[in-house]
């Protein structure tokens, strides 16, 4: 499998290398080819090249098997004239990739406010209110006068089924039960396509239980009984912040995976920004940037049906909680190590799992 790995910007540098310790320990354990290809984004690009993303890149990235993209710092990238393009915009846009996965799942050993739970946000990635990818070229917010901005929103019903279907698959090889979520009380076209079409996709999951709830009513239920729910689909902002709050009840941010998949391509991706207050003290967490190695990996495996990279996605799992309970890990998540040490520690019990 050759990953094309990108460190990005702040923190991203050093838990993107931890990550690439996990990796290499993984194809070390389960016996696959790695190949680990580095290159830059996001402030080292635009220094490099004068845009923060280019087309060769882009281009590298479609010939591999999959790309990892450290914590960029896309606040700061306001001009596309300049260069200054959003990479996980760029990527999410160019690749298609539809589906943003975000498990969240509370551990032993992190204080959570909230019962135990573990879910699943499975959110539209290309379209809804997201102005800077969800029309073919330039961005859907307008100044109509100095006083007045216009921003647009797309809702089509095939990336309303296609996402769908992805988590009534998913909800099939967990516990069988998908949520969707939405404004059809306020948004009554484009919420109730998005809710058609769900409904529509899951006559063909009739083992899959089915409910749906308006979003703020379910940021509610979430905080005060998050263990009701499995797989939770939505559309793209609503599942950008829905899936923050699902991320942080389980204990930290730091502690969600993310995955962007489409057909043919996908991305890990930390779920968190690039913290720059942080970057060069070995203090970050690199925990969501390994669980989202991981979530590629799997990813991989299952779309190749090659069972050793699915093991490897399992291992990754299961080490993360090992790890975590044992201490083994950064402080903001319980433990007393830097950011290098965490990511030697869960290498060496990955091999030794």
């Not at 290499?24 to 635009?46: I, P």
């Not at 539809?98 to 135990?116: C, E, F, L, M």
């Not at 941010?253 to 996908?266: D, F």
């Not at 080490?319 to 060496?348: C, H, I, M, Q, Y």
Request: aromatic share 6%; proline share 4%; charged share 25%.
């Amino acid at each position: 499998m050759k990953i094309i790995v990108l460190p990005g910007d702040g923190i991203g540098p050093e838990t993107m290398a931890a990550t690439v310790e996990v990796l290499r320990a993984a194809s070390q354990r389960f016996g696959f080819e790695l190949s680990l290809e580095h290159d830059v984004a996001g402030h080292d690009s635009l220094r490099r090249h004068g845009a923060t993303v280019t087309p060769a890149l882009l281009d590298k990235v479609r010939a591999a098997d999959g790309l990892m993209l450290g914590p960029m710092a896309t606040f700061d990238f306001k001009d596309e004239s300049k260069g200054e393009i959003n990479p996980s915009m760029f990527f999410r846009k160019e690749l298609d990739l539809y589906a943003n996965i975000r498990p969240s799942r509370t551990w032993q050993g992190v204080p959570h406010k909230v019962d135990a739970f573990d879910l699943v946000v499975v959110r539209e990635n290309t379209e809804g209110f997201y102005a800077d990818r969800n029309i073919a070229s330039g961005g859907s917010e307008m100044l109509i006068t100095e006083d007045v901005v216009v921003s647009l929103r797309r809702i089509t019903r095939p990336c309303c089924a296609r996402i769908a279907r992805a988590a009534f698959e998913l909800a099939r090889a967990r516990r069988k039960h998908v949520s969707i979520v939405h404004k059809a009380n306020v948004l009554k076209i484009g919420d109730g396509m998005f809710i058609d079409e769900c409904h529509k996709v899951a006559r063909n999951f009739p083992d899959v239980t089915v409910d749906d709830f308006i979003v703020d009513a379910m940021m509610a239920h979430v905080v005060r009984a998050p263990q009701r729910f499995d797989v939770i689909v939505t559309t793209n902002m609503f599942g950008d912040i829905l899936s923050d709050l699902t991320a942080e009840l389980s204990g930290s941010l730091g502690l969600g995976g993310s995955l962007n998949m489409g057909a043919r391509y996908a991305m890990g991706q930390a779920a968190h920004g690039s913290a720059p207050d942080i970057a060069g003290q070995d203090i970050a967490n690199p925990f969501s940037l390994i669980l989202s190695a991981g979530q590629l990996l799997d990813w991989h495996g299952r779309r190749t049906g090659q069972p050793a990279y699915v093991a490897a996605a399992d291992a990754i799992a299961r080490t993360a909680a090992t790890v975590v309970e044992a201490g083994e890990s950064t402080r903001d998540v319980g433990g007393n190590l830097g950011t290098a040490a965490t990511g030697r520690a869960f290498a060496k019990r990955l091999l030794e799992a």
